[in-house]
Nanobody
Framework: QVQLVDSGGGLVQAGGSLRLSCAAS????????MGWFRQAPGKEREFVAA????????RYADSVKGRFTISRDNARNTVNLQMNGLKPEDTAVYYC???????????????WGQGTRVTVSS
């Protein structure tokens, strides 16, 4: 089992950057695929990015490709999401998640952080 704590959200102007972090407890962090999802008001939770257990493979939603970068440090039990070129439509609560496959489907992730809010002003 793993517990996840998200941080790094905030208010930023369009075109700006933020770096989200997710700290995991437990010694089995490296066995999990890690993902970031987001949920805007009135919308369903959507996939943002995911990274494989050893960091060798990544997946991105088309809407963030080229702007966001996911990374992980298994020695520090952390996963990060570097977000550049932020747009107002990126405004949402962002959640990190731990799962067993490099999937875009939130149903394949078993553990979730509490979320961190990102607001991008125009």
């Amino acid at each position: 089992q793993v517990q996840l704590v998200d941080s790094g959200g905030g208010l930023v102007q369009a075109g700006g950057s933020l770096r989200l972090s997710c700290a995991a407890s437990g010694r089995t962090f490296s066995i999990y695929t890690m993902g970031w999802f987001r949920q805007a008001p009135g919308k369903e939770r959507e996939f943002v990015a995911a990274i494989s257990r050893n960091g060798g493979s990544t997946r991105y939603a088309d809407s963030v490709k080229g702007r966001f970068t996911i990374s992980r440090d298994n020695a520090r039990n952390t996963v990060n999401l570097q977000m550049n070129g932020l747009k107002p439509e990126d405004t949402a609560v962002y959640y990190c998640a731990a799962g067993s496959t490099l999937s875009t489907n939130p149903n394949f992730y078993d553990y979730w952080g509490q979320g961190t809010r990102v607001t991008v002003s125009s």
